[in-house]
């Protein structure tokens, strides 16, 4: 019962310590574009509205990995809380890019 109990303390203050430097992080995530316009269909405004969407996306997802470093320097987040946040985002906002690239090829395609 004893070594139960003296392996659950170091668990539990871990634990404790990751939900406290993960409470001081004040940076979030950036939700990605909701809409990618179809470019077998849109029209010009929809893709140009889609591009300034994907161009705000875009810094924001560069403040939110300036924020990360910012926490992560101040060590409110730890380096691989840090690194793994960072590479989610940035990893999101490559699939995006590219799901909306695709768009775009095939608006232009569209219209040469």
Known sequence: MLRRLIL???AA?????????????DCLLPAPPNH???????NQ???????RTFKQYNEDVDEY???LDFEQRQNHITNDAQMVRRTLALNQLEI??????EQVRRFKARHT
């Open 8 to 10: 659950l303390v170091p």
């Open 96 to 101: 995006m890019v590219a799901k909306f690239n």
């Open 65 to 67: 990995t300036k924020c």
């Open 13 to 25: 203050l871990a634990a404790t310590l990751l939900y406290s430097a993960s409470a001081h992080a």
């Open 36 to 42: 990618i316009p179809d470019g077998d269909s849109a």
């Open 45 to 51: 405004q929809e893709m140009l509205a889609a591009m």
